[in-house]
């Protein structure tokens, strides 16, 4: 089974609800944009049932190249990680 398409997501909301698609496109567009200024700002976005954003700092660790096996230091960075919520859990598995 393949994945729903961005304008695939977009219809189905307009199907459901007596929205346009151009309507739900921006609100689409709007939580994506309220997302990622969310996260940058206090480090967190809720998804209310779904999940959430989370910036997280990860620690510079020790790797191993692949292709040599020789050790390499991977520096410290920042990652957004998607913690799904557990009523999404329960209700998918």
Same mark, same amino acid.
């Given at each position: 089974m393949a994945k729903m398409? %961005? $304008?695939?997501?977009?219809a189905v909301l307009a199907d459901k609800t007596e929205l346009s698609k151009k309507q739900i496109s921006g609100v689409l567009e709007a939580i994506v944009n309220l997302a990622y200024a969310e996260v940058k700002k206090s480090g967190v976005f809720v998804v209310p049932g779904i999940g959430k954003l989370v %910036?997280?700092?990860? %620690?510079?660790?020790?790797g191993r190249n692949p *292709?040599?096996? *020789? $050790?390499? /230091?991977?520096? *410290? /960075?920042?990652?957004? /990680?998607?913690?799904? *919520?557990k009523a999404a859990k329960e209700a998918v598995l």
């Amino acid at each position: 089974m393949a994945k729903m398409t %961005k $304008s695939q997501t977009i219809a189905v909301l307009a199907d459901k609800t007596e929205l346009s698609k151009k309507q739900i496109s921006g609100v689409l567009e709007a939580i994506v944009n309220l997302a990622y200024a969310e996260v940058k700002k206090s480090g967190v976005f809720v998804v209310p049932g779904i999940g959430k954003l989370v %910036k997280v700092h990860r %620690k510079e660790r020790m790797g191993r190249n692949p *292709a040599t096996g *020789a $050790s390499i /230091k991977i520096p *410290a /960075k920042t990652v957004v /990680k998607f913690r799904v *919520a557990k009523a999404a859990k329960e209700a998918v598995l």
